[in-house]
């Protein structure tokens, strides 16, 4: 049997352990990663290109699964076909898809050749919470692997650039964001002395352009209200400058200690850790909340097939519980930001529009065109939905709101 042929059959039992839980565990990925730890005969370049292939399939599930059952031959050819061309899937690639021609970029293209429906791999509610998801060329981008962006803690972008050159890794700067590096290379960034050193952190481009957003002026005292692992808290340090200060809060107590060593590898003085809910008032509340990440399908797209409306529903529900409850720290004058990664408007347009309702004293805020990043604000809200495809991001909500 050819290598690929082997490939194929490692592939499909991984598949079948998967299958049973994929369409109701929104912790796939962990259930995949141990799977690969149980089988320590694979090595580094088993594991990319498996993982390739698993969140292939689970990008296109509806035009895969039935094939499992009459044909798995051609689903791995076709899932071969739609994997994404990288150094540990090539060689599989080659030899799984003789004959066939090169995979076009766009899913209109891809399910015209396999006599597929492309509106088949989004969920069918979806059209109601964002109509531009479903269509070319945000649904090509949701359907492709995520970009892996850094954002520059340091001044200076020419050592962290010169390191990247040395390893052989290519980037570039963002046009939209002169801080954000995209690394066009498969790599360990966590390795490297740039990061080891505190001069860049992981933080995709979308989410950075939440805060940048946002006119924040240098000094103050803010809160980052449901803080997690600190992406935002440590972006938001920097924006806010020496003179200014964070308090982070959530309620996860692991993912506070990971911004506990984030900040001290950045040398960040100015970020506090909370160890109990805020009562105090603030000039700035960042209200990052917890959502159902049908922006993050990019990089989750187990996500697509285990989240329901009702979820949606319930997490909205939470959102504005928690807008409200933080919005009352927010001194005169000051700002509140309102943020998801999930692409629903019942999430986001119509949270903020019911925060707004009952708290007049709030108002809108719009990003100036400089801070929109070529998008349209929410005439209403002025919110602000950061689509995947315009700066090959992750998808986002973010909304400045500013109390009288």
Known sequence: MSLSGSQQKVFLRLIAVLRPHWHTDPSLPLRIQQEFAANRSFGSRDRKLYREL????????????????????????IVAWLAADLPATRAYRTGTCTGWPRCPATVAARAAHLHFDPSLILPAWLPRHCPAAGVSPDLD????????????????????????????????VSPALPGAVELLAEADITKTKSFLAGLVEVQDLGSQLILASAAITPGGRWLDACAGAGGKALQLAA????????????????????????????????????PAAPTAHYDGVLVDAPCSGTGTWRRAP???????????????????????????????????????????????????????????????????????????????????????????????????????
């Open 54 to 77: 698993i969140y292939t399939t689970l990008r296109y599930l509806p035009w895969i699964e039935p094939l499992l059952d009459t044909d798995p031959d051609r689903a791995c050819i």
């Open 302 to 404: 187990h996500l697509k097939w285990t989240t329901t409306p009702a979820q949606v529903t319930a997490a909205a529900a939470q959102q504005l519980a928690l807008l409200t409850q933080y919005a009352a720290l927010v001194r005169p004058g000051g700002q509140l930001i309102y943020a998801t990664c999930s692409l629903s408007r019942f999430e986001n347009e119509d949270v903020i529009t019911d925060f707004l309702a009952t708290h007049p004293a709030f108002k809108p805020e719009p990003p100036t065109p400089a801070r929109a990043f070529g998008f349209t604000p929410d005439p209403t809200t002025g919110g602000l939905t950061i689509l995947p495809a315009k700066h090959n991001t992750d998808g986002f909500f973010v909304a400045t709101l500013r109390r009288s």
């Open 239 to 274: 924006l806010l400058g020496p003179t200014g200060h964070i308090d982070a809060f959530d309620i996860r107590a692991s993912a506070l200690r990971e911004l506990q060593i984030r900040a001290q590898r950045a040398r960040l003085s100015n970020i506090a850790i909370l």
């Open 141 to 172: 981008a949701i359907h492709t692997r995520a970009a892996l962006w850094l954002r520059l803690q340091t001044p200076d972008a020419a050592p962290v650039l010169a390191e990247f050159t040395s390893l052989g890794w290519p980037s570039r």
